[in-house]
């Protein structure tokens, strides 16, 4: 990791120096071992406390969307990232001259709350290898097999390479089994259709509305989300069964071909709530029936957002 | 009055109470905790090192509450019923006893009290837990309250071997414990160290001496950009936490309710006017309310710093903001002139 992280210091200093970008988006050491932080970094800033490992939780291009069109970004993009930065782009949230994709072939992310539950919460140490993962609880270390604390959307990932990235750091890695995708959503398409809302139910209702998987997410970048809409209110705001089942299968249907199935949604929900079987289920439909992929490339409009003449369906009815 | 509890006898006073008083116990949902109703399958969650993930303050200020429903017949509303059956909580820790006491300022006040919250605080007996090994997400101390802080409380239980002794605080909890064998000089004093210890193991986080002055005066300043750059906006901070009270009433048409809900400065919508225009329109300005309303403008109000330590904040928020690390930064923040 250390070298890495020397790399890509010297990347973004050269990025600065050679005035390629305003800001750069990287994650940085924070008072806790286990929580690097999103971090933005100016011409002049320190690069001391920039971090990079397998405990980023959050999807940075989540940022794209607070600058200017004109703000010339660099960004720390693994597999996913590099994704919805292009769904983005896409999506003309930003122009892709303005920005200059700094790509990490990604080992997958850990996912605390795996750890945690093994140990004891108040973790103090933290390494890492290709295979292992290794923390200190009560003066103790414990280790873990990497694969046994990915986080889930991890465990599943097809694309863990940047795809266009300006520049690569590190060496790529083999792509993901798009089988293993398939797994989560193949057992919950396996229950009855009872057992499946039952399911839906369980998640969705414990559901605060705090908004968190519609902040931490890329794709959500709608000024006006329709459940803050008002008048008419699209939703209940109260915490109803109604108003939050709808809140879910909207905010998923959002995503359609949108999603990078990235899983900063599920990581940042305070309630535990399972939501990507939902997206991915979404994309695979896109993938067999309009044989897309969200963010392969950074001009192909997703299938629910373009059009054209020769569509061989009839538009309305 | 000291009693001892031993552990095994636990679930049998339990359900004797939950004849009485509607019991609310943590336990564990998914990998969090919260309070719910006591049954004798509830697997108590009385280990963690911690307070519960989805906070008590829902016991008296649900999510989601009904104030009044409209009766379509009628043509008229109707009163829905305040007054919950008699009430006991149990293994609340200290900073969240702290908490509803102080917000108790805000919805017992002396010249208006809310019926809803009045009604289910006047029903409700609170017994707390304290914390043996408190973790360091938790800084009750630095605000003036600690592990074994009694504030709020009518009896605290304190863990030892097999056992817990129970301090009672108030009459109301006089004769919930009147059957069990009192302590012994010698559990007295273990216990007391055993306080002693998990207040003295906590170091200050942050200097308190000062701290609103500072603030107040780096209000314009660029403090408020730096600290606010990664924050998502989201609920999580301040829907989980204990002294964070914000509603917003609405009418539910089609169920025919009026409900107030939970809601955050946080939020765009929070102080979005009708007229489109938004005095808080960054997330600065939102992280700044956050922050000033619990160390600045409590303080205007009661004396009193709004946030009690409780960790939940630091522990949960997606990005790890930690507030503690803001404030320290305020300390040491130059005051630079206002800028525009
Ligand atoms: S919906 Fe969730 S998994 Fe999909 S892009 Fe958004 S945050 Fe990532
Ligand atoms: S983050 Fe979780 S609790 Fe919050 S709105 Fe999303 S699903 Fe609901
Ligand atoms: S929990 Fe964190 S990200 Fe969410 S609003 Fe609070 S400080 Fe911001
Ligand atoms: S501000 Fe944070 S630490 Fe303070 S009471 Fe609220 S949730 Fe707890």
Same mark, same amino acid.
């Given at each position: 990791m250390s070298e890495l992280i020397a790399k890509l210091k010297s990347e973004i200093k050269r990025l600065f120096d050679e005035d390629v970008v305003d800001v750069v988006i990287a994650f940085k050491k924070a008072d806790s071992p286990l929580r690097p932080q999103p971090a933005f970094y100016r011409k002049g800033d320190s690069l001391e406390d920039l971090e990079y490992n397998s405990l980023c939780q959050n999807n940075l291009a989540n940022y794209l969307t607070r600058y200017p069109h004109e703000t010339r970004i660099g960004i720390v993009v693994?597999?996913?990232?590099?994704?919805?930065?292009?769904?983005?782009?896409?999506?003309?949230?930003?122009?892709?001259?303005?920005?200059?994709?700094?790509?990490?072939?990604?080992?997958?992310?850990?996912?605390?709350?795996?750890?945690?539950?093994?140990?004891?919460?108040?973790?103090?140490?933290?390494?890492?290898?290709?295979?292992?993962?290794?923390?200190?609880?009560?003066?103790?270390?414990?280790?873990?097999?990497?694969?046994?604390?990915?986080?889930?959307?991890?465990?599943?990932?097809?694309?863990?390479?940047?795809?266009?990235?300006?520049?690569?750091?590190?060496?790529?890695?083999?792509?993901?089994?798009?089988?293993?995708?398939?797994?989560a959503v193949e057992s919950f398409e396996a229950l009855t259709k009872q057992e499946r809302?039952?399911?839906?139910?369980?998640?969705?209702?414990?559901?605060?509305?705090?908004?968190?998987?519609?902040?931490?997410?890329?794709?959500?970048?709608?000024?006006?989300?329709?459940?803050?809409?008002?008048?008419?209110?699209?939703?209940?705001?109260?915490?109803?069964?109604?108003?939050?089942?709808?809140?879910?299968?909207?905010?998923?249907?959002?995503?359609?071909?949108?999603?990078?199935?990235?899983?900063?949604?599920?990581?940042?929900?305070?309630?535990?709530?399972?939501?990507?079987?939902?997206?991915?289920?979404?994309?695979?439909?896109?993938?067999?029936?309009?044989?897309?992929?969200?963010?392969?490339?950074?001009?192909t409009q997703p299938p629910f957002a373009s059009f054209n003449l020769d569509d061989k369906n009839r538009f309305v009815a | 009055m000291m009693y001892i509890l031993e552990k095994k006898k636990l679930n049998k006073i339990l359900s004797t109470w939950a004849q009485e008083h509607e019991v609310f116990v943590p336990q564990k949902v998914e990998e969090y905790s919260q309070f719910l109703p006591y049954t004798e399958d509830s697997e108590l969650a009385l280990k963690s090192p911690h307070n519960t993930r989805y906070p008590p303050k829902a016991l008296f200020l649900p999510q989601s509450e009904v104030m009044l429903k409209?009766?379509?017949?009628?043509?008229?509303?109707?009163?829905?019923?305040?007054?919950?059956?008699?009430?006991?909580?149990?293994?609340?820790?200290?900073?969240?006893?702290?908490?509803?006491?102080?917000?108790?300022?805000?919805?017992?006040? #002396?010249?208006?009290?809310?019926?809803?919250?009045?009604?289910?605080?006047?029903?409700?007996?609170?017994?707390?837990?304290?914390? #043996?090994?408190?973790?360091?997400?938790?800084?009750?101390?630095?605000?003036?309250?600690?592990?074994?802080?009694?504030?709020?409380?009518?009896?605290?239980?304190?863990?030892?071997?097999g056992s817990y002794l129970v301090q009672i605080l108030t009459e109301k909890a006089e004769t919930l414990f009147a059957s069990l064998s009192p302590a012994t000089i010698e559990q007295e004093k273990q216990v007391e160290a055993i306080q002693t210890k998990a207040h003295d193991s906590m170091s200050p986080a942050f200097e308190t001496d000062g701290l609103k002055q500072k603030l107040d005066q780096i209000f314009e300043s660029s403090y408020w950009d730096k600290i606010s750059e990664s924050c998502l906006g989201c609920g999580i901070c301040t829907f989980l936490c204990p002294t964070c009270f914000c509603f917003d009433i609405v009418d539910e048409v089609q169920r025919k309710e009026r409900v107030r809900n939970w809601d955050t400065c946080m939020f765009r919508i929070y102080s979005q006017e009708a007229s489109?225009?938004?005095?808080?329109?960054?997330?600065? #300005?939102?992280?700044?309310?956050?922050?000033?309303?619990?160390?600045?403008?409590?303080?205007?109000?009661?004396? #009193?710093?709004?946030?009690?330590?409780?960790?939940?904040?630091?522990?949960?928020?997606?990005?790890?903001?930690d507030i503690r690390a803001m404030l320290r930064t305020a300390n040491t923040h130059e005051s630079e002139a206002v800028h525009a």
């Open positions: 693994r597999g996913c990232e590099s994704r919805s930065v292009n769904a983005l782009v896409v999506e003309k949230q930003h122009p892709r001259e303005n920005l200059f994709k700094i790509g990490i072939p990604c080992q997958g992310i850990v996912d605390l709350r795996k750890i945690v539950k093994q140990t004891g919460e108040d973790v103090s140490g933290y390494k890492e290898d290709q295979e292992k993962i290794s923390v200190v609880f009560k003066n103790k270390e414990y280790q873990f097999d990497r694969k046994d604390v990915l986080h889930d959307s991890c465990l599943r990932c097809v694309h863990p390479n940047p795809v266009n990235p300006d520049v690569l750091l590190g060496d790529p890695l083999p792509e993901g089994d798009p089988g293993v995708l398939r797994q809302y039952t399911w839906f139910q369980q998640e969705a209702e414990r559901c605060i509305r705090c908004y968190a998987c519609r902040e931490a997410c890329p794709m959500c970048y709608c000024t006006e989300c329709f459940v803050d809409h008002n008048p008419p209110r699209w939703t209940e705001s109260t915490i109803s069964p109604a108003g939050t089942q709808a809140w879910h299968i909207i905010r998923a249907f959002h995503q359609t071909g949108r999603c990078t199935s990235c899983g900063a949604c599920e990581r940042a929900c305070p309630m535990d709530i399972k939501m990507t079987y939902l997206t991915d289920k979404l994309n695979e439909d896109m993938l067999n029936q309009y044989d897309f992929a969200p963010g392969m490339d950074d001009t | 409209f009766n379509n017949r009628t043509q008229k509303y109707e009163e829905v019923n305040t007054t919950p059956k008699s009430r006991l909580v149990f293994g609340v820790r200290p900073c969240d006893a702290k908490a509803f006491r102080l917000l108790d300022t805000v919805f017992d006040a #002396e010249d208006y009290a809310d019926p809803y919250w009045k009604a289910k605080r006047d029903a409700t007996i609170l017994i707390g837990i304290g914390c #043996e090994v408190p973790p360091s997400t938790c800084f009750c101390t630095t605000v003036g309250g600690g592990p074994f802080n009694q504030d709020g409380l009518d009896a605290i239980l304190t863990e030892l071997e489109g225009h938004n005095p808080r329109p960054t997330r600065r #300005e939102r992280t700044r309310q956050r922050l000033m309303h619990k160390y600045s403008y409590w303080l205007d109000h009661i004396d #009193e710093i709004g946030c009690t330590g409780c960790g939940r904040c630091v522990r949960y928020c997606p990005v790890g903001l």
